[in-house]
């Protein structure tokens, strides 16, 4: 095999392998709740009170199931962020996201842990921790957290 | 108590943006048969084997039977073991598991990736949780930018203080040979380099790399007649916080804390920067630089920048972190932390050359997955009691 040959690579073409996660009962409510009410809830801990958003069943630091779902405001302000200036392929769309784009934490009013979404301002030079945000909500609707368009800043 | 576990010898390919000229079975196989030399054994001579990437990265879900012929597995007993970014010293972890058990003398633990082969932020965005995370996931670069931007928050840190983490590394790898990039850059060249996602920049960033990497461990039966200056294994702890990206605070590292507060204490290290002498530290962002040091006690919170300011982690400082040129220099992900724990036996059994720390005797390593996960493994030359 000493003898230089071409090197080829074969691409795997366009077949898509779908998935169907269930959601649970937890993550749907809070999906119902998006779709039908344009409300976000949490659920608290019964012994630590933590609240956690997205809900979920089980407190992590207490290994305790929780049932308090709790409903928030839509409204908290920005953790951290960051703008994202280079394009990559969104594995599930298969597309391009635009850029450049804000990725921030949320602290919503109530809640204990950071929602993930995107914010409406894409200039790190006016984003500052602390500002407050409002969620923004499609007018379509379909029990998927982009059913949040984004958060908008509403106060610096 | 386990038996005691060495590690007798490493192996590594160069580090390449691109090896179309090697599959993945070929590649494994340069890494495999580099540590085979390097401890002067054959295959017949390793008990089982240990292998991990990031099987979403090549599309390949059935590493360990699909690589029997470059791993030199066959009809031997192998475990694939994939935990994201700390796959590395999972692997690593699992090798020394094996030994320690007693079933097992000599184990060859094997990481590898080809970058090459499809896109890493997308395919990293499939690690994550498919409901909750992915539709608005930013991917590796997005995940360390929040964290980096929080502790500028906290500490106000700046982009100068991140670029020294870089510079440092990049002018440590123009003594490896083996890295992917050899820059010889300055704190004005990454602040220059285009912004990929607030506040990192290119050039505070790591490669997407091909490569591979092997390590031999050996049990206390066989290490000393394997090699002459065998790495003895003096701990491992690895540790895991959160389900959803959300849930943990930021500017800092938890599951690195802990981890690492776990094994000072068990094997009695109270002052870690004088009581190491070399560190291979996974930092994927020249950012982690700053933050993750001071989680594995070397600074007190938000003086990170100091370490590599007065020159205490350059390789004539009182602790070389990196001599190899970290992960900003090479990054093939499911052999990157490996590589931290080949590096640290290179150091011990003084076959570092050009960057080998005079009279290393004690390193730790350190892997990182996800947003928050943490793998530590401490290292030293003198046969533990």
């Known amino acids: ?11 795997s073409g366009e077949a898509e392998q779908p998935f169907n996660w269930a959601m649970g009962r937890y993550v749907s409510k809070f999906m119902t709740e998006l779709r039908d009410n344009k409300r976000i809830v949490g659920v608290r801990c019964p012994q630590c009170k933590k609240v956690y958003v997205p809900p979920r069943q089980v407190c992590a630091d207490c290994f305790l199931p929780m049932e308090e779902i709790v409903p928030l405001s839509g409204q908290g302000s920005i953790y951290c962020f960051t703008v994202l200036s280079f394009g990559f392929v969104d594995p599930d769309t298969g597309k391009q996201r635009p850029v450049p784009y804000t990725w921030a934490f949320i602290k919503l009013e109530g809640a204990d842990t950071c929602l993930p979404h995107f914010v409406d301002l894409a200039d790190p030079k006016k984003l500052k921790v602390g500002m ?10 379909r029990g998927h957290l982009l059913d949040i368009k984004h958060f908008k800043v509403i106060e610096g | 108590m386990g038996k005691r576990v060495a590690i007798v010898g490493t192996g590594q390919t160069y580090m390449r943006s691109a090896r179309k000229d090697v599959n993945g079975q070929e590649l494994i196989n340069e890494a495999v048969t580099a540590a085979l030399a390097d401890a002067e054994l054959t295959m017949k001579d390793i008990d089982a084997v240990v292998i991990g990437n990031m099987d979403h990265f090549e599309g390949i879900n059935y590493v360990d039977s699909w690589s029997v012929d470059g791993s030199g597995g066959y009809l031997k ?14 692997v690593a972890m699992c090798g020394y598991y094996h030994v320690a058990s007693g079933l097992f003398d000599r184990v060859l633990a094997i990481g590898w990736e080809k970058n090459s082969e499809s896109d890493t932020t997308g ?5 994550f949780d498919p409901v909750l995370d992915r539709p608005t996931f930013g991917g590796a670069v997005g995940g360390l930018a929040l964290t980096a931007q929080r502790y500028m928050h906290l500490y106000g840190a700046t982009e100068e203080d991140a670029a020294l983490v870089a510079v440092r590394d990049r002018k440590h790898a123009l003594n490896n040979p083996y890295a992917h990039l050899r820059l010889e850059i300055t704190v004005e060249d990454v602040m220059k380099s285009p912004m990929i996602s607030y506040p990192i920049k290119y050039l505070d960033m790591c490669p997407r790399t091909d490569g591979a990497c092997a390590v031999v461990f050996a049990s206390e039966d066989v290490a000393e007649k394997i090699a002459p200056q065998p790495a003895w294994v003096l701990g491992v702890v690895n540790r895991h916080n959160w389900t959803i990206t959300g849930d943990p605070d930021l500017g800092s590292l938890e599951s690195m804390a802990e981890a690492a507060a776990v094994l000072y204490q068990k094997l009695g290290i109270k002052e870690p920067l004088k009581e190491f002498d070399v560190m291979e530290l996974y930092f994927p962002s020249s950012w982690a630089g700053l933050m993750w040091p001071e989680d594995l006690g070397l600074a007190k919170r938000g003086e990170g920048a100091r370490l590599i300011r007065e020159g205490i982690t350059g390789m004539d400082g009182e602790l070389p972190i990196n001599p190899s040129g970290g992960v900003t220099s090479s990054n093939p992900i499911g052999a990157t932390a490996l590589l931290r724990v080949a590096e640290c036996a290179i150091q011990i059994m003084g076959k570092g050359g050009q960057r080998q720390v005079q009279g290393a005797k004690t390193a730790l390593a350190t892997g990182f997955g996800g947003c928050s996960w943490s793998d530590v493994m401490i290292f030293g030359a003198k046969k533990p009691s």
């Open chain 1, 1 to 11: 095999m000493a003898e230089k040959k071409e090197l080829l690579t074969v691409q």
């Open chain 1, 132 to 141: 407050r945000v409002e969620a923004v909500f499609e007018e379509q609707r």
């Open chain 2, 77 to 90: 007993p192998i475990f694939k073991v994939c935990t994201g970014g700390t796959t590395g010293t999972t």
């Open chain 2, 123 to 127: 395919a990293i965005i499939t690690a």
